[in-house]
């Protein structure tokens, strides 16, 4: 292990602690340590690529499609598409600012605002998140894979 002091946070000329200090505390973990500067490689268009790809998926067409079915133009359909993941992408930055400014992943960002046990909360909110969608996701993929079985084979 590395001979890396760690500054304490008390200021200068105070008492600086081993990072094998840091690495022997129940609270560490190689997957929640800080990512090095040299090791972010993302730039600008990953991150809009990124965006663009978890903006243009089945569900937002579904969306865009069922606006226009309940009277939308298409392109009041597009625009409100757009401003909805517009939207959406102001505190999706806010909320990743700090891991890829710092390389901080968001587990460590939570315990900053809600402590070590309160940080499970906004955990379990992203985990629900998760489940929902994968929900959404599952139930589309099953429409589907039901329309191309009953287009290949219909019922007789």
């Given at each position: ?96 600012h700090a ?26 909110l992203r ?23 009953a287009a ?5």
């Amino acid at each position: 292990m590395s001979d890396t002091t760690i500054p304490s946070a008390t200021g200068p000329g105070e008492q600086a602690f081993q990072a094998e200090e840091v690495r022997t505390s129940s609270l560490y973990n190689e997957d929640l340590a800080p990512v090095p500067a040299e090791r972010r490689t993302w730039g600008t268009y990953n991150y809009a690529a990124l965006w663009i790809a978890m903006s243009v998926n089945i569900p937002t067409y579904l969306l865009a499609s069922s606006m226009i079915a309940g009277g939308m133009s298409w392109k009041q359909a597009i625009f409100t598409v757009f401003l909805g993941n517009g939207l959406v992408l102001i505190p999706m930055l806010l909320n990743a600012h700090a891991g890829a400014e710092y390389g901080i992943p968001f587990p460590i960002f939570a315990r900053s605002a809600f402590g070590v046990l309160g940080a499970n909360v906004p955990a379990m909110l992203r985990a629900l998140v998760a489940c929902g969608w994968f929900g959404i996701q599952t139930w589309i993929g099953g429409e589907a894979i039901f329309t191309m079985i009953a287009a290949l084979a219909p019922a007789a």
